[in-house]
T-cell receptor, first 118, second 111 residues
């Protein structure tokens, strides 16, 4: 149980295009999902916290108009990188916190999405 | 700002030896800590956690020690195996459910 998937697992796009990444909780409902970005050889940096049915909370320095987050259901959150540029190339990872049961502390991580912007 | 950092960026051990990965944190208000394992190209995998009201917690082959006096966290892996090779991150939580990750330690297990 507690599986989180991401789609796509990797994507290559041209500069200026937009890319959508999906994060799904497969066997549980998640009221809260988190989006992280990880550059090579670096740690995970929280980008935003996504709550179902409400606007996402962005971390300082993360452009909300560039990284659009939608959490329309209890099992799906999407991150859209708009007008992507090479510096947006990174490993994007989501995590999901169960809506009920388990520990409040639990976050289950997805496998990540490798974005390469040419 | 608050930060979580690791003392050693790399650690190389022989198969069968015990490994100790260290982490320093700066926020004395952090109430929950987690160790994650991340293999190349994959998401973090939960290893073990500990609340701030504890100083030790054991799992299968792993032990986490928390020293609040010096704000230090460590992960001990017993009888390290080649499959343990990965990057290990500590993470802390203070307020809400946001996690702050440390810099990571690359553990290499030599056969």
């Amino acid at each position: 149980g507690a599986v989180v998937s991401q789609h796509p697992s990797w994507v290559i796009c041209k500069s200026g295009t937009s890319v959508k990444i999906e994060c799904r909780s497969l066997d549980f409902q998640a009221t809260t999902m988190f989006w992280y970005r990880q550059f090579p050889k670096q740690s995970l940096m929280l980008m935003a916290t996504s709550n179902e049915g409400s606007k996402a909370t962005y971390e300082q320095g993360v452009e909300k108009d560039k990284f659009l987050i939608n959490h329309a259901s209890l099992t799906l959150s999407t991150l859209t990188v708009t007008s992507a540029h090479p510096e947006d190339s990174s490993f994007y990872i989501c995590s999901a916190r169960p809506a009920a049961g388990g520990s409040y502390n639990e976050q289950f991580f997805g496998p990540g999405t490798r974005l390469t912007v040419l | 700002g608050e930060s979580v950092g690791l003392h050693l960026p790399t650690l190389s051990v022989q198969e069968g030896d015990n490994s100790i990965i260290n982490c320093a944190y700066s926020n004395s208000a952090s109430d929950y800590f987690i160790w994650y394992k991340q293999e190349s190209g994959k998401g973090p995998q939960f290893i073990i956690d500990i609340r701030s009201n504890m100083d030790k917690r054991q799992g299968q082959r792993v032990t986490v020690l928390l020293n609040k006096t010096v704000k230090h966290l460590s992960l001990q892996i017993a009888a390290t195996q080649p499959g343990d090779s990965a990057v290990y991150f500590c993470a802390e939580r203070f307020g809400g459910s946001r996690l702050t990750f440390g810099e990571g330690t690359q553990l290499t297990v030599n056969p």
